[in-house]
């Protein structure tokens, strides 16, 4: 039974966490082991003699008055994590750090200087080489450019374990940026290929209205006739005359006609003056030209996605950062 007891005490031991907790304005600290949130609760109210009538209690970060009541965070803690217990209706203030006491690690200027955050940042990992995942980019590239010798000492590892160290927190950070590049290349993608559909829709759109059947009206060249020989249909001539952007709802192939048509014999067959005759020839020759460029945009568009099979990341700016 005895070796029994043995184990169960070691397995216990290991889902404690070491915890310091305080009272808002006392110095008088005391360390508590605890395995969830409400635990380290309770046992506060006893340590620091706190009266029922007070509770519940709120329990803040020491250092900046982060208030603490999801347990999830609790556990990605690490151990020896400075807590402040508040009493019912208490509020922190960060004034309590200007008290004059010592009961902090380090003075209130190490901990505002934001030279000395690496120190902190260190800290955690010593405490739990994992926190590097819960680590910000900024975090990590502060880590890698503390000096090795520095970081050394304050870990108490060797510079050769350092280095290691700080090659993985590149790698992450590199890592990082790749994903975010990965990203901005996918959504970069996604809408090239919105554009190609719209580009598509526009085109396709036109060639599947029905033809009919082109009827040429030749009344000769006499200068006595009050027709104009044209090589247009009805349909088009109707639809020149009554839509307000006719160059809209034509195809290309009758945009290729109107524009070509004699300003003079399209200004008789309309019954307009020449003038108002080439402002259309204008608008359809326009039209026709960016729809050309759009064809030839969806070919390249087209041509790249088929010839590139894989990204070409060196042509991209290089993602590492200084040590």
């Known amino acids: 039974k005895a070796p029994w007891g043995i184990a169960e005490r070691q397995m216990m031991a290991t889902r404690l966490k070491r915890c310091v907790v305080r009272r808002r304005d006392g110095p008088e600290q ?23 009538a007070r509770e519940p209690i709120t329990l803040v970060l020491a250092e900046d008055g982060t208030i603490v009541d999801d347990e999830d965070y609790f556990l990605c803690l690490p151990s020896n994590t400075k807590f402040v217990a508040l009493a019912k209706d208490e509020k922190w203030s960060s004034k309590i750090l200007d008290s004059g006491t010592s009961w902090l690690s380090e003075s209130a200027d190490e901990v505002d200087s934001a030279a000395e955050k690496w120190k902190q940042l260190a800290r955690q990992l010593k405490d739990d080489l994992s926190n590097i995942i ?31 160290l700080q090659d993985t927190l590149q790698q992450v950070l ?69 839509k307000p952007a006719p160059e809209l709802c034509l195809d290309s192939r009758d945009l290729e006609l109107v524009s070509k048509e004699d300003t003079a014999a399209l200004a008789s067959a309309l019954g307009w003056d020449k003038q108002k005759a080439g402002a259309l020839q204008e608008a359809c020759d326009q039209e026709l030209s960016k729809r050309l460029k ?20 060196g042509d991209w700016p290089s993602s590492k950062r200084k040590k």
């Open 134 to 164: 819960l680590m910000s980019e900024e975090d990590l590239q502060v880590l890698i450019d503390v000096p090795r010798s520095d970081l050394a000492e304050e870990l108490a590892q060797s510079e050769t374990k350092i280095q290691v």
């Open 174 to 242: 590199d890592r990082r940026e790749e994903e975010r590049q990965s990203r901005q290349l996918l959504e970069l993608y996604l809408e090239a290929l919105k554009t190609e559909d719209s580009i598509l829709s526009k085109v396709a759109e036109p060639e599947a209205a029905p033809r009919k059947e082109m009827d040429v009206v030749d009344t000769g060249t006499s200068s006595t006739d009050t027709s104009a020989t044209t090589a247009l249909n009805d349909q088009v001539l109707a639809a020149l005359k009554e």
């Open 294 to 313: 759009q064809v030839q945009t969806l070919h390249s568009l087209r041509s790249a996605s088929k010839g590139k099979k894989a990204l070409p990341w």
């Open 30 to 52: 005391h360390g508590v082991a605890a395995s969830c949130l409400r635990e380290l609760r309770d046992k506060a109210c006893g340590v620091l003699a706190i009266d029922k």
